[in-house]
């Protein structure tokens, strides 16, 4: 094809998107003034526009193409299931195998006594689960009246009415009059941002001991649970001080709570565990899945469960809750089949032992940049803070800069997402060093024009 007849086309897709389509988290005015990128295919870690340009796609989508793009095995998965049984419910005690042998695979990787999973169709409806289950939980234990979860501001947890709600971003709540009731936030232990003149350590116990103030100040008796992310993703990428876990810890243990870690990103080898939780060494008691449990390859989410909740669901009657895909045959056999080869290729110990230590290694070089305020990451999660002035951390007065910057990585063959003006990165976890390398080239380049437009 050249290149014109591919603008043409092009045209063609943006003004059909215009016309038809209300695509998710977009400024509709801003999308018809600009028209809609179009991605037509990919294949490992890279991705093609509808001109041709190859882009290395520093997000893995949205975080969750794991074993990277064009594995023939998922398709082949897929295509085995739909022929086999291409759907069936699971409702009212009903099981097919995929279904079952999934729930194994994911017992024999998570934390140590959770062992059942209910399955779900995305992030979102995880986190809508995990809500009625822990109140449903608490009902069971004769607590009706614990219902409040505590969630942190700037957490992410999805976009549903649950999902906002437990989340902590203001944007989302002031679309739609939310959060719903019974829920409250505690900041975040975001130390660049908020740190002030405390050292990283002193702010991770600071904004931890939050976490007990909310539970006194609620009631114990009152609060169901509380709900966090290993590292916020959607937030900016942010990495709590090493302090901040086990203060939580220590609290959680003091108060009859549960704990729910959302491991929609962090799950399926994102910091180089199998959960974040194990990096963390946290045990909590529910987590919901999602994103790079399929890799991305077709929707699917689920809520891993402590086993002693399970004995509690097991005294409580019917649980009015699922939905129609919940467990679906031909996600649960893609699943399957990603997590086979996350552990035939040894993908999680690989980013442990290799490539996390040595994209982070390279990610610190570009602390130098005169627009990054903060260069930080861990295992395969990376964020830039754009800044005006690097030492006193003055941020950019005028709006969008982290667009500027992103712009630039588009136009240059990057994908790197602005979460304000923070640059962040997730790439698939079958990045080579190579590619890796090509990454942080790309990205000092992108840096360099978006400080010449804007410093
Ligand atoms: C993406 C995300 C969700 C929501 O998942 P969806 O599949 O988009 O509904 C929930 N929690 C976290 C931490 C996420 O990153």
């Not at 649970?225 to 942010?238: D, K, L, S, Y």
């Not at 302090?243 to 180089?272: H, M, N, Q």
């Not at 040894?346 to 627009?371: C, F, G, M, S």
């Amino acid at each position: 094809m050249n290149s014109q007849a591919t603008n043409a086309q092009t045209q063609e897709w943006q003004a059909l998107s215009r016309a038809h389509h209300l695509p998710p988290f977009t400024d509709y005015k801003l999308l018809n003034e600009k028209g809609a990128r179009i991605i037509t295919r990919a294949s490992g870690v890279y991705l093609w526009d509808s001109e041709g340009n190859k882009i290395l796609d520093g997000m893995a989508g949205l975080w969750c193409v794991n074993v990277g793009y064009g594995r023939e095995e998922l398709v082949e998965a897929a295509t085995r299931q739909m022929r086999e049984l291409p759907y069936y419910n699971l409702f009212f005690q009903t099981a097919h195998p995929p279904a079952i042998a999934l729930a194994k695979a994911i017992a024999e990787v998570a934390p140590e006594g959770m062992n059942h999973v209910f399955f779900t169709g995305s992030g979102s409806e995880s986190n809508d689960t995990v809500l009625r289950m822990v109140r449903h939980y608490w009902a069971i234990k004769g607590q009706p009246q614990k219902k409040v979860i505590i969630g942190r501001w700037n957490g992410y947890h999805g976009s549903t009415v649950a999902g906002v709600s437990l989340g902590g971003m203001k944007a989302l709540h002031n679309q739609g009059d939310l959060p719903i009731p019974g829920i409250e936030h505690i900041d975040q232990p975001y130390w660049y941002g908020e740190g002030g003149d405390l050292s990283p350590d002193e702010f991770g116990i600071k904004v931890a001991e939050q976490l007990e103030r909310k539970i006194l100040e609620v009631g114990e008796d009152k609060v169901a649970a509380f709900i966090a992310e290993p590292i916020q993703g959607a937030g900016g990428v942010i990495i709590p001080p090493e302090t901040y876990w086990p203060k939580i810890r220590e609290i959680l243990s003091r108060y009859d709570i549960l704990f729910i870690a959302d491991e929609v990103i962090c799950g399926f080898g994102r910091t180089g565990e199998w959960f974040g939780s194990q990096y963390y060494g946290n045990a909590p008691d529910l987590m919901p899945i999602a994103k790079g449990l399929t890799s991305g390859y077709i929707p699917m989410g689920g809520v891993v469960v402590r086993d002693e909740i399970v004995e509690t669901l097991n005294e409580g009657g019917e649980f009015y809750h699922g939905f129609t895909y919940s467990g679906h045959p031909v996600a649960a056999a893609v699943a399957l089949e990603n997590i086979r080869i996350l552990k035939e290729e040894k993908i999680v110990e690989r980013v442990k032992n290799e490539t996390a230590p040595y994209l982070q290694q390279r990610w610190q070089e570009l602390a130098d940049h005169p627009l990054v305020g903060e260069a930080r990451g861990l295992g395969l999660v990376g964020a830039l803070e754009l800044v005006r002035n690097k030492k006193t951390r003055e941020r950019f007065t005028e709006q969008g800069v982290g667009m500027v910057c992103r712009e630039h990585c588009f136009r240059n063959g990057l994908i790197m997402r602005a979460v304000g003006d923070t640059m962040i990165i997730s790439p698939p976890l079958v990045i080579s060093k190579t590619e890796i390398d090509e990454l942080i080239v790309k990205a000092r380049k992108c840096l360099d024009l978006t400080a010449a437009a804007v410093l």
